[in-house]
């Protein structure tokens, strides 16, 4: 198929590299001239494992990229993967979402009649009924008809960061929102070459419009509440002395929980569970429900971070002090920060007067543009030296390796937010749920 995709950014970049690999011509469109050029040098504009070998494989050639609409009109499909990004009370905001709609529906128009419907999906994860509503609206904003000119339908995503290509090309699921055959018929041939390759069974899920839309929050906001409930867990554990990691791996072994996405510690980040979870609760209180539980689950993970901090000050006044933080990334294998929860643990510690000094194998570069001030040090091993106290925030493997880079340290005190520190001797050690 001759496929574009507006937006090339973690999602749109994976998508499009993907859909090339399994034989697409695609089209990747974004605004930022820098991603345009590097797509089409074969360089992928992000740090995601495997992606670079893709865009170098197919950029230029399956897979090109403009910065011009036009493009969409040599295409059959265009699949949206802009930014839904939150409003400051929470809600989502969708500015990005309806620029690119209308962007999509003039290009469409200035190219005169087509002989079949142009298929716009919503790729980004956005509140049901924004792609009827308010998607759709903007496509026809342009003079087209929905149905004769273009159809709409929602394909959500569920890779996860740092295991992208392989989560896009081995998914659990493929779920299409629709309300006309013709467009279940188009992603139907669309994802045919991957169910061919993936490695089992891929089970799709055909559905309404809004349906997949939701689908995908609650698909975040379990897997975060699974988070955050592990993590309460974890804490009624940590006052009883309890090691939280032994009785996850018990509760685990049981069908129903199921032993992923149980590793408590200082929460959950990123550029998803965050802003998504915050997304349905503003839309859920708009129309007059409060979700309880998922409202329970954002407040635990907010307080997690202090909690960590506490458990440094039982061993330490770090006021005036050298303390470590490692790990910036909001989990290991991207150099991402947005929300990570390094940033309510650097703000902690600023707030008690410490000294941060902070190392990531990948993200020191993200981190730094945010916080410029802070030290920056170019190993853990320098950022333990002379350091009276640690703080881990992230699961980097090779903070399992450490050692005796520890005895370096003025005051060898590591509060350890993610189970990745072996407890040794001549150090204090304080897991936060075990
Ligand atoms: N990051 C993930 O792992 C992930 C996974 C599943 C779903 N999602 C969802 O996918 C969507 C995209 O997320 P992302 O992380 O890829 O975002 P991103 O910020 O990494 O990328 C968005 C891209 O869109 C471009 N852009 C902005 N306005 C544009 C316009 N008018 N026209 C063309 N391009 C424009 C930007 O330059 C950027 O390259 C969001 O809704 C997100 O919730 C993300
Ligand atoms: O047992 C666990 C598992 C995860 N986390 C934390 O949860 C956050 C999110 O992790 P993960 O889900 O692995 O990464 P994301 O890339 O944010 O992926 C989530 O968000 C994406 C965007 O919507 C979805 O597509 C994915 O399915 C969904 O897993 C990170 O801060 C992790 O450290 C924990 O604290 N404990």
Redesign the pocket.
């Known amino acids: 198929m001759n496929v574009s995709i507006?937006?090339?950014?973690?999602?749109?970049t994976t998508v499009a590299a993907c859909l090339a690999d399994l034989g697409h011509e695609v089209t990747a469109?974004?605004?930022?001239e820098g991603?345009v050029a590097a797509i089409n040098d074969g360089e992928s504009?992000?740090h995601e494992p495997g992606l670079d070998e893709l865009v170098a494989e197919h950029g230029g050639d399956r897979l090109r990229a403009t910065t011009d609409y036009a493009a969409v009109r040599e295409t059959e499909l265009t699949m949206l993967?802009?930014?839904?990004p939150s409003n400051e009370d929470g809600s989502i905001d969708l500015q990005?979402m309806e620029?690119?709609a209308s962007?999509v529906g003039e290009a469409l128009a200035a190219g005169g009649d087509r002989e079949e419907p142009h298929l716009v999906v919503t790729?980004?994860?956005?509140v049901p009924t924004t792609t009827e509503e308010r998607l759709a609206a903007r496509i026809a904003d342009a003079g087209l008809e929905r149905g004769t000119d273009f159809l709409v339908a929602s394909n959500?995503?569920?890779?996860?960061?740092g295991s992208?290509v392989t989560d896009f090309l081995n998914p659990d699921k493929l779920v299409f929102g629709a309300d006309d055959e013709r467009a279940f018929a188009m992603l139907r041939v669309l994802y045919a070459p991957l169910r061919e390759a993936a490695d089992g069974e891929v089970p799709t899920v055909e559905t309404g419009i809004a349906e997949a839309e939701m689908i995908k929050y609650a698909n975040n906001a379990f897997l975060a509440s699974k988070v955050s409930l592990i993590n309460d867990i974890g804490n009624v554990c940590k006052e009883f002395g309890v090691d939280a990691y032994e009785v996850a791996d018990a509760i685990g072994l049981d069908d129903r929980i199921g032993e992923r996405f149980l590793r408590s510690g200082v929460g959950w980040g990123g550029?998803?569970f965050p802003?998504?979870t915050d997304a349905i609760i503003s839309a859920a209180r708009e129309r007059g429900y409060d979700p309880a539980v998922l409202s329970a689950a954002v407040e635990l993970n907010d307080a997690q971070p202090e909690r960590l901090l506490s458990l440094l000050d039982d061993h330490v006044d770090v006021g005036g002090k050298r303390v470590a933080v490692l790990g910036l990334a909001f989990k290991p294998g991207t150099d991402d920060i947005r929300n990570t929860r390094a940033v309510p643990v650097i703000e902690g510690l600023q707030e008690r007067g410490a000294g941060v000094v902070a190392y990531d194998p990948v993200a020191t570069e993200n981190m730094r543009e945010r916080y410029p001030d802070i030290e920056y040090a170019g190993s853990a091993a320098e950022a333990l030296e002379d350091a009276s106290g640690a703080v881990v925030v992230t699961d980097w493997d090779e903070f399992a390796a450490l050692d005796a880079e520890f005895d370096e340290m003025a005051d060898p005190i590591v509060v350890d937010g993610r189970r990745i520190i072996e407890r040794r001797d001549g150090i204090t050690y304080e897991g936060l749920t075990w």
Not at 123 to 126: E, R
Request: a negative charge; one cysteine or more.
């Open positions: 507006v937006g090339s950014g973690y999602v749109g469109i974004d605004i930022d991603i504009p992000i993967a802009l930014p839904t990005y620029a690119g962007s790729k980004s994860t956005v959500p995503e569920f890779q996860r960061e992208a550029s998803c802003k998504d």
